[in-house]
């Protein structure tokens, strides 16, 4: 039998090495891989290329790298969250490669179906195609390093021509990813918003590292139920299911909000 389980998460990324690039799942905080990002900031892995839709924030998820200055550069979709991104990024310490979300999305998915490159509309007639986009700054604030112009074809869509730009596929040496379950062969199933970029980042990553709150045997999980299958996965931690989840911003309704500030028996 095929058994893809590992004793921790420290052992699970020992072999990542500086230097290495990374997929990692997670949007905004949601369904990020924290056990497995403690392990490799504990570990002392450097000099990383992490494509993740985001950075995490200051003190959680990926940010714990980026504040340990372990990042070299980040493929992403938003960078909001994270001042120490935004500090790195102008005073020219990170590199960064900025990626409309569907995009993103399409090139870690055509990154592990075998797909090199595809076109796609979005971006095009902007500087995602045209080039231009910072990707690194100079310590004096100049651009160090641009994005470069990307083919731009026509085709015939409903009998008119449209333009589209081709955007290439990504493959990296590692995945981290986070799941609700998974059994011992490597299929995972994720938990509601959790399954957003983890699936993608999974089929990306030569070497897919997943942590999941329960470990269940082979032939438990309902095969319809099954989100990713183990094919794409090559190791298991389980880290429980009281591992400890963030929330971004934490909004309630105004109701809400003033029945919180009532004074008891009001």
């Given amino acids: 039998m095929i058994d893809k389980t590992w004793g921790s998460a420290a052992e699970a990324v020992a072999d990542i090495p500086d230097g290495a690039s990374l997929a990692v799942g997670g949007f905004g905080l949601s369904g990020n891989p924290s056990a497995l990002i403690e392990a490799l900031l504990a570990q002392g892995t450097s000099d990383l290329s992490i494509v993740s839709n985001n950075c995490g924030v200051d003190d959680w998820g990926l940010g714990i790298l980026l504040s340990a200055k372990r990042i070299r550069k980040m493929t992403s979709s938003y960078v909001g969250e994270n001042k120490e991104f935004e500090r790195q990024f102008l005073s020219g310490e990170l590199e960064l490669e900025l990626t409309p979300q569907g995009t993103l999305a399409e090139k870690l998915r055509a990154g592990g179906s075998g797909i090199a490159a595809f076109y796609t509309q979005t971006g095009v007639g902007t500087q995602v195609a045209e080039g231009g986009l910072p990707r690194r700054y100079s310590a004096d604030g100049s651009i160090a390093v641009a994005s470069p112009v990307k083919d731009v074809r026509s085709f015939d869509v409903s009998g008119s021509p449209r333009d589209y730009v081709l955007e290439e596929a990504i493959v990296t040496d590692f995945a981290l990813v986070h799941a609700l379950k998974g059994d011992r062969h490597g299929n995972l199933v994720f938990n509601k918003a959790a399954r957003n970029f983890n699936p993608l980042a999974a089929m ?63």
């Fill in 204 to 266: 990306a990553g030569r070497v897919c590292i997943a942590q999941v709150e329960e470990l269940v045997e082979p032939g438990e999980l309902e095969a319809d139920s099954i989100h990713l299958p183990g094919i794409y996965v090559h190791r298991i931690v389980e880290v429980g299911s009281d591992i400890e989840k963030r929330i971004e911003r934490r909004t309630v309704s105004v109701a809400q909000a003033a029945a919180r500030e009532m004074p008891e028996g009001a």
